[in-house]
């Protein structure tokens, strides 16, 4: 189906967005040296950029898992 298809591609998408952003504090990101700070995407705009496309994926993500339930109910 359609919606199979959608959800596997959000949630790959999803996958990498999340680990594009950057880390706010000691969490798993410091371990795993994103904690580095570094000046190459510290820019503002960039990181409003990235929060909205993860936002936008993520909604997509949630109407496909709705979708699919929906379908599944029937």
Known sequence: MIFS???IVT???LVL???LHKGKGGGLSDMFG???SSSLGGSSVVERNLDRL???IGLI?????VALGLLAKV
């Open 34 to 36: 994103g904690g580095v």
């Open 17 to 19: 967005l999340v680990l």
């Open 11 to 13: 949630s790959a998408l």
């Open 5 to 7: 298809g959608v959800l």
């Open 61 to 65: 993500w949630l109407a496909s898992v």
């Open 54 to 56: 993860t936002i936008g």
